[in-house]
T-cell receptor, first 117, second 116 residues
Framework: EAGVTQFPSHSVIEKGQTVTLRCDPISGHDNLYWYRRVMGKEIKFLLH????????ESGMPNNRFLAERTGGTYSTLKVQPAELEDSGVYFC???????????????FGEGSWLTVV | AQTVTQSQPEMSVQEAETVTLSCTYD???????LFWYKQPPSRQMILVIR??????QNATENRFSVNFQKAAKSFSLKISDSQLGDTAMYFCAFSLKSSGTYKYIFGTGTRLKVLA
């Protein structure tokens, strides 16, 4: 079974440019999460989809970040325009339906490393 | 506030020896889950072990075990017979149910290096 896959693995862009990160969750996982880790800091929650709906987007830093999950399958996270402080690793994770015991474990992708210069 | 604290940014251990990574957390919830994830240099984050807060028995997974002290809100990870492949960043996390879904709170991580 394929795990959570993310693309691109690395991205270097200039301040002011746009970047779109993509995440393909594990097949059948309704829950999809985006997290971010700035170097040396904790992994911070950005938002949570249940199928195509945004369940919780309280962690999104500002309106330069836009996440979508059309059709409830893959998700994209767009940063526009990118700023220097957006640099970090963006992790995507997925889990089965909330409320089920086994669904409480989330499975991570390898992360997308974003560097804004 | 819901927080996780990992007070050891970096640690090293000799191959075949035992190492303990510390983790404390703060929550007012009574039902939650605790996790240790590892992220090796290859970057895939992998679940190492999980513990359900209502279970008093410490979870064990092969060479990995936890010391869960609920009253102290402590959740340390012990790695026995350390192997070179254990070199990784280790993240402690807990999850709790919020508005019908699970939210995960992570620590800053501990970088563990296993020395040959």
């Amino acid at each position: 079974e394929a795990g959570v896959t993310q693309f691109p693995s690395h991205s270097v862009i200039e301040k002011g440019q746009t970047v779109t990160l993509r995440c393909d969750p594990i097949s059948g996982h309704d829950n999809l999460y985006w997290y971010r880790r700035v170097m040396g800091k904790e992994i911070k929650f950005l938002l949570h989809f249940v199928k195509e709906s945004k369940q919780d987007e309280s962690g999104m830093p500002n309106n330069r970040f836009l996440a979508e999950r059309t059709g409830g399958t893959y998700s994209t996270l767009k940063v526009q325009p990118a700023e220097l402080e957006d640099s970090g690793v963006y992790f995507c994770a997925s889990s089965l339906k909330s409320g089920q015991r086994s669904g409480n474990t989330i499975y991570f992708g390898e992360g997308s490393w974003l560097t804004v210069v | 506030a819901q927080t996780v604290t990992q007070s050891q940014p970096e640690m090293s251990v000799q191959e075949a020896e035992t190492v303990t990574l510390s983790c404390t957390y703060d929550t007012s919830e009574s039902n939650y889950y605790l996790f240790w994830y590892k992220q090796p240099p290859s970057r895939q984050m992998i679940l190492v072990i999980r513990q359900e807060a209502y279970k008093q028995q410490n979870a064990t997974e092969n060479r990995f075990s936890v010391n869960f002290q609920k009253a102290a809100k402590s959740f340390s990870l012990k790695i026995s017979d350390s192997q070179l492949g254990d070199t990784a960043m280790y993240f402690c996390a807990f999850s709790l149910k919020s508005s019908g879904t699970y939210k995960y709170i992570f620590g800053t991580g501990t970088r563990l290096k296993v020395l040959a």
